[in-house]
């Protein structure tokens, strides 16, 4: 999903950072471009900060997530919105959720239960489209995360692990 676009956004924040590295993954969330764009502002405005997926949708054409890596967001119009540094990264069963958890993703009412009703309606679609058995011990991954780039709205004023914005 590289694009001229987010090969642009990130060379900004590569300079910036004094990065001399072009490793870094580009994701849009949900399932379809109304669902991204939203999920993107909840990012953009500090309220969303960690994502959650199925182990089985990682592999070669979608890396499982990293601590220290890096990912582009892009919204609903494949548009760059914000780069963010993996801070975490936990695998186990979908309902091992913890209310910290739903907090930060921050998508609807910020509660476990919530979360959990969302987020078995959201892979339930997926296990129908696929076809594979959805269940609430299905392996999922859990990524916590920090705004590094645009600076108007990293996290700490951090660009990097120490590099702070001027």
Same mark, same amino acid.
């Given at each position: 999903m590289r694009s001229a676009l987010t090969d642009e956004f990130w060379r900004g924040y590569r300079? #910036?950072? $004094? /990065?001399?590295?072009?490793?870094?993954?580009?994701?849009?969330?949900?399932?379809s471009p109304?669902? #991204?764009? $939203? /999920?993107a502002e909840l990012v953009v405005a500090g309220i969303?900060?960690?994502?959650?997926g199925l182990v089985r949708q990682?592999?070669?054409?979608?890396p499982p997530p990293v601590t220290g890596g890096y990912v582009v967001l892009l919204d609903g119009a494949d548009?760059?919105?914000?780069?963010w540094r993996t801070t975490e990264v936990r695998v186990g069963p979908l309902n091992s959720v913890d209310e910290r958890f739903a907090w930060d993703e921050g998508e609807g009412d910020r509660t476990r239960d919530w979360w959990l009703s969302?987020?078995?309606r959201?892979?339930?679609r997926r296990a129908a489209a696929e076809g594979f058995q959805m269940h609430d011990e299905i392996e999922t991954m859990f990524e916590r995360f920090q705004i590094v780039w645009p600076p108007e709205i990293a996290d700490n004023g951090q660009l990097l692990d120490g590099a702070v914005r001027k």
């Open positions: 300079r #910036a950072a $004094g /990065l001399h590295h072009d490793d870094y993954d580009v994701v849009a969330f949900g399932d109304g669902m #991204a764009t $939203g /999920l969303k900060r960690a994502t959650a990682f592999g070669p054409g979608e548009r760059p919105r914000a780069i969302a987020h078995r959201f892979f339930e």
